[in-house]
């Protein structure tokens, strides 16, 4: 425990002496990669998940070029006792749990050279000079395994003798904190043993980090089979869903978003469910997270795991609806089986009903729209419920949970359902239901517009923005809300002050004014309301310089959840929400029935085309939307299923509306 506390330190202390920096680059096979400099230190951490376990492992050199590595366990279906949201058990890994090897009956003297990622943390290093050696770290793919495989290479002119221990360590936990029975975790060596490796031959051997019930047989892992599995499903994320531009930093951060978003799901026995993570938060979902960052984005990816996550999460959510209007618990824990609502009423309603009916309405399936109809309905009839004498919608807090006030109504609730009505009325509409409900669900979206105007509306630091709630008079991110949700009306004044020394720094968006709290969801929030605003050109600066320091920076490669809580956890859904940015942002793609969508793409003036291809959506049809600059106009490229559905020539930021 105190290695892993000295490594944490050692990571907080790295990341803020190399602020500013870029030590990563991008290689042409999609990776990211970081040569160590001679006398270098630093140490980073990356979170990399499977169906029955998330492995956080820390890595980094310090100033004599030796290897940091530290493996943080996470097995979400061993569940512990209390169980809670945090009921997921843990164990951490460090040097002890590494084999002894030695080179001709001498210890090995790594010397780290450089770090590679994509999807796979690759360590690339040299042991006495001249015998190569390569560490590769990832999860299984499908059972509850940990993997560190290694690889030496001879390149010596004479034969060597290596020796690897065999090597293995056990815990067990106690019964009496177990929920389902004694489990154990285990490192252990596989491919031990004495070899003769001759020069430009290759050895290979892993440790592998296990976690089982002590009922359940001892796993079998082919090392070779579970490598070529996780590399499938990172190919699959690069190759699902493609978005190219003349930027190469945001094409590479888009897929690696794509990777973290979706590879967070966890096989409970309640169904597959998209959680978190970040050593924190697994075999649960929550209204903010799932239900409102990532499920929307899930619809169209054509990834069938994150699709059936979602179904899942809309399951869940369901079995709390009641006749009394009682909320909907925020999170819904343990594999199904528990809730927590302890910030009471997030405006989780609005939440759910705007991811839902995103979600629905994407996905262009009539059978799941109309399982997920009743959720929706009943969320909006409780929102309906809770709106105030000033005509927006009420509730206990925000999704922040009280870190920062929010008063007794926040804008963030009322933009999410003012959405959420919209998308229910075209749901609605599509799926035959009651011309009186769809009616009235558009009254209700026009007269609450009117309404954020009038109670939000407010002259801050200034800026002809909002404010936050009432009483609220700080800059505050959320401000950025009803961009996102097609509210223009403050748009000047709303984006001069997110990006303002206010709020904007180089960490992206400060939570408010006048503090040292960020968080990315906020940020990405932000950069896709500006540029559905339609300010491309002023947003792309932001988002790229976002991008390179996530990507390519002190801590890569993904979005992060909040400084200083959480020391930037790699949490799963804020990276569903940078691609929203590109997709939902740039291209403004928008589901507006089950097989209609209008897409309003912005063409930034430094580029001359970009495309976002392999949609997938609409009943599993493939999409590729191609733009193209032609003189004072762009040519808009709509192909379907490999035939083109519309080309047109049209203003740089015009809705184009596709019926499928």
């Known amino acids: 425990m105190k290695s892993t506390l000295i490594i944490i330190l050692f990571t907080v202390i790295s990341i803020f002496s190399l602020q500013g920096q870029n030590l990563w680059k991008m290689q042409p096979d999609g990776s990211i990669s970081w040569t160590v400099k001679k006398g270098e230190a630093h140490s980073d951490n990356i979170e990399m998940s499977g169906r029955f376990m998330s492995m956080i492992t820390t890595y980094g050199v310090d100033e004599k070029g030796k290897l940091i590595s530290v493996k943080q366990l996470v097995f979400p279906m061993l569940r512990t006792i209390p169980n809670d949201t945090h009921a997921s058990l843990i164990y951490t890994f460090a040097a002890e749990a590494e084999p002894v090897i030695k080179i001709n009956n001498r210890p090995a003297n790594e010397q780290i050279n450089s770090f590679s990622l994509r999807g796979i943390l690759s360590v690339s290093g040299t042991i006495n000079g001249n015998i190569n050696i390569i560490r590769e770290f990832f999860p299984s793919t499908d059972k509850p395994v940990g993997i560190e495989k290694f690889i030496i290479e001879n390149t010596s002119p004479i034969d060597i003798v290596v ?5 293995e360590k056990n815990t067990r936990s106690h019964r009496e904190t177990s929920v389902y029975d004694v489990y154990e975790i285990t490192a252990k060596t596989s491919g031990s043993g004495i070899y003769t490796v001759k020069p430009k031959e290759k050895l290979t ?4 980090f296990t976690g089982r019930k002590i009922s359940d047989a001892p796993l079998e892992v082919d090392i070779d089979k579970e490598l070529s599995q996780r590399q499938k499903f990172v190919d699959q994320m690069f190759n699902n869903l493609t978005f190219t531009s003349p930027d190469p930093v945001l094409n590479r951060m888009f897929d690696f978003a794509k990777i973290r978003a979706m590879e967070s799901i966890f096989e409970t026995k309640g169904g597959l469910v998209h959680s978190p993570g970040g050593g924190s938060y697994y075999a649960a979902v929550w209204a903010n997270d799932q239900a409102e960052y990532a499920n929307p984005f899930f619809a169209y990816t054509g ?4 699709i059936e996550a979602g179904m899942v999460s ?5 079995k709390y609806m009641n006749p009394e209007y009682k909320p909907i618990p925020s999170s819904i824990i343990a594999e199904g089986t528990g809730f927590w609502n302890g910030a009471g009423d997030r405006g989780d309603q609005a939440m759910i009903a705007y991811g839902a009916s995103r979600f629905a309405l994407a996905l262009g399936d009539k059978k799941a729209a109309e399982e997920l109809w009743p959720l929706i309905e009943w969320c909006i009839e409780y929102s309906r419920l809770k709106i105030n004498r000033d005509g927006v919608v009420s509730s206990d807090s925000d999704e922040l949970e009280g870190r ?10 009322s933009s999410l359902l003012y959405d959420a009505l919209n998308s229910a009325a075209y749901l609605g509409r599509d799926l035959g239901k009651s011309p009186r409900l769809i009616a009235q669900y558009k009254t209700m979206a026009k007269e609450l517009r009117a309404n954020i105007e009038k109670y939000f509306g407010a002259e801050m630091d200034e800026f002809h923005t909002y404010r936050y709630y009432a009483g609220n008079d700080v800059l505050r991110s959320w401000i950025c809300m009803p961009l996102t949700v097609g509210i223009f009306d403050r748009s ?7 990006f303002s020394p206010k709020l904007w720094t180089d960490q992206g968006l400060l939570t408010q004014a006048g503090s040292s709290t960020f968080w990315d969801r906020s940020t990405l929030y932000g950069l896709r309301g500006v540029i559905a605003a339609g300010a491309i050109d002023k947003a792309l600066k932001y988002l790229t310089d976002y991008s390179n320091r996530r990507l390519l920076g002190d801590h890569v490669p993904y979005a992060v959840e909040a400084w200083p809580e959480g020391n930037q956890r790699h949490l799963s859904a804020e990276s569903a929400l940078y691609c929203r940015v590109i997709t939902e942002g740039i291209f403004g793609f928008r589901p507006v029935g089950l097989s209609t969508i209008t897409i309003t793409p912005q063409l930034p003036a430094g580029w001359n085309e970009m495309s976002l291809k392999n949609i997938i959506a609409f009943g599993g049809r493939s999409i590729d939307i191609f733009v193209r600059r032609s003189e004072s106009k762009v040519n808009v490229n709509i192909i379907v299923n490999g035939k083109q559905l519309k080309n047109i020539l049209t203003d740089n930021g015009s809705k184009v509306e596709i019926k499928l």
């Open 314 to 318: 809309w399951r869940w959510f369901s």
């Open 163 to 167: 020796d690897v221990e065999d090597f």
């Open 205 to 208: 051997f892993a440790v592998l």
């Open 303 to 306: 990834y069938s795991t994150a």
């Open 492 to 498: 000047k004044g709303t984006m001069d002050a997110l």
């Open 404 to 413: 920062f006030p929010a008063g007794k109504a926040n804008l963030c609730t």
